[in-house]
């Protein structure tokens, strides 16, 4: 049997822009692989900026958009298998998204999702039984079911909204849960509470969570691995203690040095220099963050950079690493 509960594998997806003639195609996600352990719980951070492919890879694991080519083995089953059994599916995979007030209809109290859940996945027999299920998952999230009676969305908070997201997801006692951004929305002040969470949901309930983020300063705290996305390629992966410690791409070293420190200021000219970088177009041949990355040589631009194993399970797709082994 299959030892990975999550088994990405040469992963693209491609999408058309403009008109079938005269458009163009964008790798969103490209050759990205990954494989996760299915004997102990784990909170893998994908962290990226805006447009390298986080949502597009969250999508693809959920099931909500088709790949282009490559595979996804989840619990040793294909996406494929998995989008014929979609009752089994999303007993093993949840997600959680970015904006709880649109999870949410307005029109809908959010026990009535709660209840919906566990009578339609079939995690309860009947209405008593999904209340009793209810009541000891708000409890996970720290919150009491006489709280969310009878209760609209607009009558909590964004962060009490999102942990009410995270118990409908865990009404289906999932394996896996996918959180897009899930802290972008809330006050920063409640991150840490959400991020302790899904702390206390993997050491206590045993699941996994793919917690994608921009936020690194929560991904820095909560994470077990850590995956970095690049334009679509995901240029480094490993346990966040060694990619953290010994980031193995300039990338990675570029996003950590931009978590702010106490006393810190986020000057425009930081702001900048992103967005600069971000407008260059971009060769197909060579390194995609050759033009920004202060290491880059000759060789850089001339090819295209593979996987390389650092040491263990950390892989960095960056020249130097080559270059320094060969010679
Ligand atoms: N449906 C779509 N059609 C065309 N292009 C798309 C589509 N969805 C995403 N893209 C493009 O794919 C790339 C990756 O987008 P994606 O939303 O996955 O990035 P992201 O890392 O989640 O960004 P953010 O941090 O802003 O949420 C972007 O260039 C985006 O414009
Ligand atoms: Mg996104």
């Known amino acids: 049997m299959d030892n990975h509960i999550l088994e990405i594998k040469n992963l693209d997806r491609v999408f058309r822009i403009g008109g079938m003639i005269f458009g163009n195609k964008i ?18 951070s994908v962290v990226g900026e805006s447009g390298s492919g986080k949502t597009t890879l969250a999508r693809m694991i959920l099931g909500l958009l088709e790949t282009s080519a490559g595979e996804i083995t989840i619990d040793g089953k294909s996406i494929h298998y998995h989008m014929k059994h979609k009752k089994e599916f999303y007993r093993l995979v949840q997600p959680i998204f970015q904006n709880p007030f649109t999870a949410f209809s307005a ?26 299920l209810i009541t000891e998952t708000l409890k996970r999230v720290g919150l009491n079911y006489d709280q969310v009676k009878n209760k609209y969305p607009n009558q909590f908070s964004g962060g009490e909204l999102q942990r009410i997201s995270i118990a409908r997801a865990l009404i289906t006692k999932p394996k896996i849960i996918v959180a897009d951004e899930p802290v972008a929305m809330i006050d920063a002040s409640l991150r840490m509470n959400i991020v302790n969470i899904f702390r206390f949901l993997k050491e206590e309930a045993g699941v996994s969570f793919v917690y994608i983020t921009h936020d690194l300063s929560t991904a820095y705290y909560v994470s077990d691995y850590i995956a970095t996305m690049y334009k679509g390629s995901m240029i480094e992966f490993g346990k966040a203690q060694d990619v953290l410690e010994k980031p193995g791409h300039p990338y990675t070293q570029l996003l950590l040095d931009s978590i702010p420190k106490v ?57 130097k690493h080559k270059e320094y082994k060969a010679g």
């Open 107 to 132: 029109k809908q109290t959010v026990e009535s999702y709660l209840f919906e859940t566990a009578l339609n996945l079939g995690m309860a027999k009947d209405k008593e039984e999904a209340a009793a």
């Open 263 to 319: 006393g810190d200021k986020w000057t425009a000219k930081d702001r900048m220099h992103m967005a600069d970088a971000e407008k260059k177009v971009l060769s197909k041949i060579g390194c995609k963050f050759a033009r920004r990355c202060p290491y880059a040589t000759d060789q850089c631009y001339q090819n295209t950079p593979e996987m390389v194993t650092l040491e263990g399970e950390h892989r960095s797709l960056c020249m």
């Open 27 to 44: 790798k969103a996600v490209d050759d990205v692989s990954i494989k996760m352990p299915s004997d102990r719980a784990w909170i893998m």
